[in-house]
Nanobody
Framework: QVQLAESGGGLVQAGGSLRLSCAAS????????MAWFRQAPGKEREFAAA????????YYLDAVKGRFTISRDNAKNTVYLQMNSLKPEDTAVYYC????????????????WGQGTQVTVSS
C-alpha cells in the first residue's frame, strides 16, 4: 500500500514558478510509475505529466509541454513537478498518482492518489 502526500502549492502571479513535491511511503517507490493530474474548478481531472520508473522517460499534456518538468528522486521517494511560466489556466488542484504497471495517461488506471495541493495563478 502506497501513501502519497503532495506539497508546494500556493498562489503565484502569471509568469511565475512553483515546484510541487510528492512524497511516497509504504511501497517500493522506485518501481512505481508516477504521474501528476490536475483538476480545475468545474472541470474533470486531467493528466498533466508522468515519469516512467524504468528509464525515467517523461510524458506531458500538450498544454504544459515546455513549461513543466516532472522528475523523481528514488533515494528520497519523491516525485517533483517544476512549473514555470505559469498561466491563469494552470489554476487547479494538483494530484500525485502512482501505478505499479505500465505508465498511463488515464486517471482510472492509477490506484494510489494523494490528497492534492492547490495551485492558483493570478493574472
Amino acid at each position: 500500500q502506497v501513501q502519497l502526500a503532495e506539497s508546494g502549492g500556493g498562489l503565484v502571479q502569471a509568469g511565475g514558478s512553483l515546484r510541487l513535491s510528492c512524497a511516497a511511503s509504504g511501497g517500493t517507490f522506485s518501481r512505481y510509475n508516477m504521474a501528476w493530474f490536475r483538476q480545475a474548478p468545474g472541470k474533470e481531472r486531467e493528466f498533466a505529466a508522468a515519469i516512467n520508473w524504468v528509464d525515467r522517460s517523461t510524458y506531458y499534456l500538450d498544454a504544459v509541454k515546455g513549461r513543466f518538468t516532472i522528475s523523481r528522486d528514488n533515494a528520497k521517494n519523491t516525485v517533483y513537478l517544476q512549473m514555470n511560466s505559469l498561466k491563469p489556466e494552470d489554476t487547479a488542484v494538483y494530484y500525485c498518482a502512482a501505478r505499479a504497471t505500465s505508465i498511463s495517461r488515464r486517471e482510472g488506471e492509477y490506484g494510489y492518489w494523494g490528497q492534492g495541493t492547490q495551485v492558483t495563478v493570478s493574472s
